[in-house]
């Protein structure tokens, strides 16, 4: 059919609610079965992203989607700078994460030159007892491609990976993993010559000396740009805060400070304080989000990062705080 | 199969005698519009009218010609009565509602007047059911006064095309709008949800397009709720017709084809929506 795109030289950025979108595309049959050609636009005057479906038999439907807001979070994130590299089939990935259970939320990533592993976290301080405890490791050999310069383990939120590893799976395409030490964000991407994805996720820094976990900064959730290292350290506290505040699902957003002030280094981690470690990654739970905050303040009295000023300055929720920091000084 | 329980004497005294060899080519079309429990019979020489109304603003019909029955023996000009449908219902498939291949329930449905119940007698594989159902004063159906030359635009349509977009409809929308007009876009049924609004276009050249007869522009708004029990006979029948008039009554006629291939009428009428119409967002 004659379905010719009419391109602008404008770029649009505009965000949809899943909600209305996936009802559209939902059923797959149908589409391939009725529909010749599909016409997405967005006009230009109004607020609309017109989704136009051109049938078999001279029918045409027409959906007009309000679009909620015209600004796009960017993630940023270089992929190149890890030192971590990994290649697998999504299916080998998605077999390993079949195993959790459902409601795990958070697993831990764990790669050394000579083996790669998978378990289930759970937060110090919850029920031993109740646990299932889950670990499924993997020759370095099951991957295409395997480089671990440096010994790693990382945690991460499940859910948002195993959403991407569905998706990728049915595309059969391969996954790249791109890690650092525990506190860097994780990429997971795949590319086709349609398109590409990656979802990259914040690690948590869990610190063995003490009980607490502490903060790391920057939240960032998927888009298919990755920025350099080095914008990472440059965000203004302010300006986040707004961002912050915008929730998806499990994750959680935070800035850090310009300064490169040196975190001091964890036991499980071999790398010494890049300037970049000022830059550290947390998993999104409202809860971590708030002892993150509170161990930030903690650092503050001991005089570590005296003149940081705090981050998620917006999320000062003291009752939370006090129940998951009880230890911790008051803010 | 003829049932031979019954006395000589009984059936003199039935006004009405209706006998099906399947009862499923009653009972799968009054499927079709058990969406309120009461439904009224009238009976007249050309065969069943099953009526059910809602809120008075929609009414339903369904039309077993006497060509249907094996059996269709009316003793007066006019039988009604009003009578649970949803019991009806129950006792048509009394040996199961699931058709197993190779068998089916007989039905025999003989009413002796005013004041009796109605009763079923219903035979499958030699076990014989009697069901007697209570009937109440029939309730006078609306009349709509919907007359062919009032009728300002008239579609038929295959079913198949109708069925996909009636299963998409944005069910956030209160109304379901319908256009139809000479010009584009022909025949339109639009959506207004939450997330935005939706229009299915069909052409007027469209294949499946069977009549098209649309003599003004007509937009005319319909409650969504009042819509849905629709689609039940929708999805039972081959062929539709859309027919609106001058005061924006919609008409549907659905055709049905029941297991024997014998064709079923089933009729909506929907009054359109009294609020005030809105600038339509294009």
């Keep these: ?331 | 199969m003829p049932l031979s329980t019954q006395s000589q004497d009984d059936e003199e005294h039935y006004v009405l005698v209706a006998s099906l060899d399947n009862a499923r080519n009653l009972s799968n079309i009054l499927k079709a519009i058990t969406f309120k429990d009461h439904a009224v019979f009238t009976a007249t020489p050309n065969g069943l009218k099953v009526t059910v109304e809602d809120s008075k603003c929609l009414q339903a019909n369904a039309f077993i010609q006497t060509e249907i029955f094996q059996e269709f023996t009316l003793k007066e000009d006019l039988v009604t009565f009003q009578i649970n449908l949803t019991v009806l219902l129950d006792c048509l498939n009394i040996f199961g509602g699931n058709a197993v291949a190779g068998t089916s329930t007989a039905l025999r449905m003989c009413y002796k007047g005013y004041g009796y119940p109605l009763t079923l007698f219903l035979e499958e594989g030699g076990v014989v059911t009697v069901c007697k159902i209570n009937t109440q004063e029939p309730e006078e159906p609306m009349d709509f006064e919907f007359c062919s030359t009032n009728v300002t635009n008239k579609v038929i349509l295959q079913s198949e095309s109708l069925k996909e977009a009636f299963s998409e409809l944005d069910m956030t929308s209160d109304v379901l709008q319908i256009t139809m007009s000479p010009s584009q876009p022909y025949f339109r049924l639009s959506t207004f949800g939450n997330s935005g609004n939706a229009h299915y276009d069909y052409s007027k050249d469209s294949d499946m397009m069977e009549l098209f007869q649309c003599t003004m522009t007509q937009t005319n708004r319909y409650k969504m709720s009042l819509l849905k029990p629709s689609t039940k006979a929708l999805a039972l029948s081959c062929k539709v017709s859309v027919r609106t008039d001058n005061r924006g009554l919609l008409s549907q006629q659905y055709l049905v084809r029941n297991d024997d291939g014998q064709i079923c009428f089933l009729e909506f009428y929907y009054c359109p929506d009294e609020e005030v119409e809105e600038e339509e967002e294009e």
């Excluded at chain 1, 490791?137 to 959403?163: A, M, Q, W």
């Excluded at chain 1, 607490?212 to 920025?227: E, F, K, L, M, N």
Aim: charged share 20%; net charge negative; glycine share 4%.
């Design chain 1, 1 to 331: 059919m004659g379905c010719v795109p009419k391109q602008s030289s404008k770029t649009v950025k505009c965000k949809l609610l899943m909600k209305s979108l996936l009802p559209l595309f939902r059923c797959l049959t149908s589409i391939e079965r009725n529909v010749e050609c599909c016409q997405i636009s967005v006009s230009a005057s109004s607020d609309w992203v017109i989704i136009q479906f051109f049938c078999r038999h001279g029918i045409t439907k027409t959906h007009n989607l309000r679009f909620q807001e015209k600004e796009a979070l960017q993630a940023e994130f270089a992929s190149h700078l890890c030192t971590n590299v990994l290649k697998a089939p999504a299916r080998l990935l998605g077999d390993m994460v079949m195993h959790f259970p459902v409601f795990q939320e958070e697993i831990t990533l764990s790669a050394t030159p000579l083996r790669f592993s998978l378990r289930n976290y759970e937060e110090s301080g919850e029920s031993q007892v109740k646990m299932m405890y889950t670990e499924m490791s993997l020759h370095p050999e099951e991957f295409e491609y395997f480089h671990v310069d440096v010994n790693s383990e990382i945690t991460f939120c499940l859910k948002e990976l195993r959403g991407f590893l569905s998706f990728t799976e049915s595309h059969c395409l391969p996954v790249l993993v791109h890690f650092d030490s525990a506190g860097k964000p994780v990429c997971f991407s795949v590319e086709d010559t349609l398109f590409e994805a990656s979802v990259v996720l914040a690690t948590l820094i869990e610190s063995k000396s003490t009980d607490s976990i502490q903060p790391v900064g920057i939240q960032v959730h998927a888009t298919s740009r990755y920025v350099d290292a080095a914008a990472l350290r440059v965000h203004a506290c302010e300006g986040h805060g707004e961002t912050g505040r915008e929730r998806i699902t499990s994750s959680q957003g935070s800035t850090v400070s310009p300064q490169p002030d040196p975190i001091p280094p964890l036991p499980q981690t071999q790398q010494a304080n890049k300037e970049s470690i000022s830059v550290n990654t947390s998993p999104a739970s409202s809860m971590v989000c708030t002892l993150l905050f509170k161990a930030l303040s903690s650092e503050h009295d001991d005089n570590v990062c005296a003149a940081t000023p705090p981050v998620l300055a917006g999320y000062s929720d003291e009752e939370m705080m006090e129940e998951f920091c009880p230890k911790s000084p008051s803010l």
